[in-house]
Each structure stands twice: as C-alpha cells, then as structure tokens.
C-alpha cells in the first residue's frame, strides 16, 4: 500500500493535531513548538510570508524537501482549521469526540487510477444580491445580467468582488501561452473551484504544479508588488490567486478525484 504524508501549515498551534501523525509546517512569526517544521531556512521565501501565507511553507518543502525523501508514496497539504477527512465523515458529523478518527491518514482503495486529490468544490454563484450591489457594481455595469442569472456569477466576479476588481484578468495574462486562454476560459465560464490551496499527489505532480505556480506569481509581484496590498481584500493576494489557478491546474493536467475536507475550529 502506498504511504501517506500529510503537512498542516499554520501560524498558530493546532492542539486538535497534537495526537494525529501529520507533519506541521510553520508560517508564524511567533517561536514555534519545537516539532513544528520552519520554513525560515535553505532556499525560502519566508519575507514574503504576510502576502503569500502557506505558500511560503510550500515554496519551502518543494526546494529543500520533495527530493530529499525517496519514497514515491501521496504528499499533500492542508491548512491550520481546514482538514481532509475519510469519505465517511462530513462536517456535519465530525466533533471533538471523533476528530482523531475522521483525519485521513491512510491511502484510500478509491485512489487507485488517480494520481492527484482536490477539495470538493465550493459554489460562488449564491452571492446575495446586496452584496453583488455593494462589492460589484462595476461589473454590473458591464454585464447586468449578473443580477438576475447565476451562471454569471463567475470565479472571475467573485474574485473582482472580494480581492481586487480586474486583478485576476491580469494575472491570468501573465501565464504562459498555453494556460493563459484556458485559465481565463474557466475564470470567466465557471460558478465553483477546489478551494484553500489544499491538494495530495505524487512528487513528480508536485513538482510541476510548483514549477507551474511560482514563477507565475513571480511575475505577478511586478504589477501588484507588496505596498499597496492591505486588509482582507488583497494583503494575501497571492494566495487568493493561487488557490483559482490550483484549480484549473489540476483539472487540466492531473487525473484527480475530489475529496471531503472539514473547517474545524478548535474550541
């Protein structure tokens, strides 16, 4: 059976994972517990960590970890309140009691045939109408079918909604010319994506999803630089753009299954 490692990044401390065999990574400036894994060393981006988040623990493990283990097992990733679970648990069912027990911790039969593992997809076309009105009047403007047709509630106007009205078209333009009408296609055509920046595959998928990502994000840091992004809304930026291009990416070029994740929030 092939293995499995799971890395939880966050820059709080998870007491919910103080009994689980995951790996977890750190991205706070805080002093971690001492079995966390840094990011601060080697090849790192860790300056760039109040824009880029997780990122900065990914753009870690893939420069000085991914080739370092020989194993060809699943590697993959979660985040700090956001957990892959076994298929026969769901949010409504998972509690302080079970949490343990619903964590994914081994390589599941359905896997086989697949070689990538993506968060179920969330919907962005139930925006209320008063908060399209708000958040959204220049895309109105543009397109006011948007108001009363959900199939216009894109990825893309979700994103112009919340992180930056035309800051994802331009970073789709800076993709290379294979991916770059494909990607606005799906921006522009879809209402749902695999959220959080969460995935499991194998190390060769890895390294190109990374090899993909982040030199695409290198040249976004041209137009949308660090100084001017702030609050909610664009300061990590970067990440909201790399969690609608893991979407698309793993669509397009890996064999993938969608699998349940949980928000757990620790009480």
């Known amino acids: 059976m092939d293995s499995l490692k799971i890395y939880c990044v966050t820059n709080k401390i998870v007491k919910a994972l103080s009994e689980v065999e995951y790996e977890i990574g750190w991205v706070g400036q805080e002093k971690p517990p001492k079995n966390y894994i840094t ?31 020989n194993n060809e097992g699943w590697y993959g990733f979660c985040q700090k309140r956001r957990f892959w679970i076994k298929e026969n648990f769901s949010q409504e069912t998972v509690n302080k009691s079970n949490f343990k027990e619903s964590i994914l911790n081994i390589v599941p039969k359905k896997w086989e045939g697949y070689d990538a593992i993506v968060c179920k997809k969330i919907d962005v076309s139930n925006v209320k109408k008063m908060k399209i009105l708000k958040r959204g009047f220049r895309s109105i403007l543009k397109e006011p079918g948007i108001l009363f047709d959900k199939n216009k509630c ?7 909604m919340f992180h930056g009205h035309g800051n994802l078209e331009k970073a789709a333009n800076l993709l290379n010319e294979e991916d770059r009408k494909d990607f606005l296609d799906y921006i522009n055509g879809r209402t749902s994506f695999h959220p959080h ?47 609608r291009y893991l979407s698309f990416w793993f669509e397009k070029y890996t064999k993938s299954l969608e699998w349940p994740w949980i928000l757990y929030e620790e009480k």
Request: net charge positive.
């Open 39 to 69: 990011c601060n060393n080697g090849d790192n981006i860790f300056y760039k960590e109040k824009y880029y988040s997780e990122l900065t623990f990914h753009y870690w493990y893939w420069k000085n970890q991914l080739n370092v283990n």
């Open 197 to 243: 920046i969460m995935f499991i595959a194998k190390k060769h998928i890895i390294n190109n999803w990374f090899n993909s990502l982040f030199p695409w994000l290198e040249r976004c840091e041209r137009i949308f630089g660090f100084d001017n992004l702030r609050g909610y809304d664009t300061q990590r930026l970067y990440a909201y753009l790399a969690e």
């Open 154 to 160: 894109t990825i893309k106007l979700h994103f112009d």
